[in-house]
């Protein structure tokens, strides 16, 4: 287990990969993406040749003699919060690194990408109960409070024996009462959560991220291998070299992602779905083109 130094260590690279990132690619894309919730007025001016006669102010206008438009700004300031799953079975990774260990650099990224845009962030960690609430909050030292917290929850894993995603959505629900920018990063083994996905979408902008590793499609050919479900605590004896039984894990771990696929399409959520050792950067970037297109 880490000690505090080596986590401050930790947070410190992930904010300078994120930095790097945002400043290279992101900020951009983030801010086209993700609009303010619409336009503000901020001063009137006198008219100029190739200004558009529909923000003419007639009413100074009419006082003045002479033509004065109204100018307005992008009201840019939006709330985004990350929720994000701690439950055991984000401890699972053997490309590398482990499910949760990318979703906090994940979200190291789209928050260093909301601050650079001033918006504010919070964080909301859940297992089958919510483990901590950040509200949201702006500027750089409360990005990096984020990434403390989800990195020493890495330290001291979740004693949760199953996932409630329907709870955390739940209580989100409750706790923000504007609209957001919700992102829900989990591998999503959880019981039925649709409705509530339906619900918070209704009322915010979410997006899910599933985040999986590739050995939960397909595990290594070795031989006899004892497989432990990281929230249960079960085992059980697998037989890597067995045609027929690794089929059946592809098979139902295929069925479940297109289960999740489906729900997630017909609720209206979009859905980033990631694997630990491959680059999440082209993948999230081309949600945000396919968003922007929409727009």
């Known amino acids: 287990m ?35 919730r619409g ?32 100018k307005y700004v992008e009201e840019r300031e939006l709330t985004v919060l ?31 990408s909301a601050i650079h845009a001033n918006d504010k962030v919070g964080l909301l960690l859940f297992s089958d109960k919510v483990e901590r609430f950040v509200p949201p909050g702006k500027g750089l030292r409360h990005g990096l409070r984020i990434l403390l917290d989800i990195e020493q929850q890495l330290q001291r894993p979740a004693k949760a024996r199953t996932t409630d ?3 955390a959505l739940e209580f989100l629900r409750k706790m923000l009462h504007r609209k957001a920018v919700i992102f829900l990063l989990s591998d999503f083994q959880a019981p039925d959560f649709k409705r509530q996905l339906q619900i918070v979408n209704r009322r915010h902008d979410l997006t899910a991220i599933a985040i999986e590793d590739p050995t939960e499609y397909a595990l290594p050919r070795i031989g006899l291998v004892e497989v432990r479900d990281l929230e249960t605590g079960r085992s059980i004896l697998v037989d890597t070299n067995d045609n027929r039984a690794m089929g059946a894990l592809q098979r139902r771990t295929s069925s479940a992602a297109d289960m999740r696929r489906r729900m997630m399409q017909s609720v209206g959520v979009d859905l980033l779905e990631l694997r630990t050792g491959e680059p999440y950067l082209p993948a999230l970037l081309k949600l945000f083109r396919k968003r922007e297109g929409r727009q």
């Open 39 to 70: 336009m503000e007025f901020e001063e009137v001016r006198e008219y100029q040749p190739g200004d558009d006669v529909r923000t003419i102010d007639w009413n100074v206008t009419a006082r003045t003699g002479r033509p004065f438009i109204k």
């Open 165 to 167: 995603i329907a709870g």
């Open 82 to 112: 990350f929720a994000v799953d701690v439950s055991p079975s984000g401890l699972f990774g053997t490309r590398v690194r482990p499910k949760l260990d990318l979703a906090a650099e994940l979200t190291g990224v789209l928050a260093f």
């Open 2 to 36: 880490m000690n505090r130094k080596d986590i401050l260590k930790r947070v410190r690279l992930i904010q300078i990969r994120s930095r790097r990132t945002v400043n290279d690619v992101m900020a951009g894309q983030y801010a086209s993406v993700f609009r303010g």
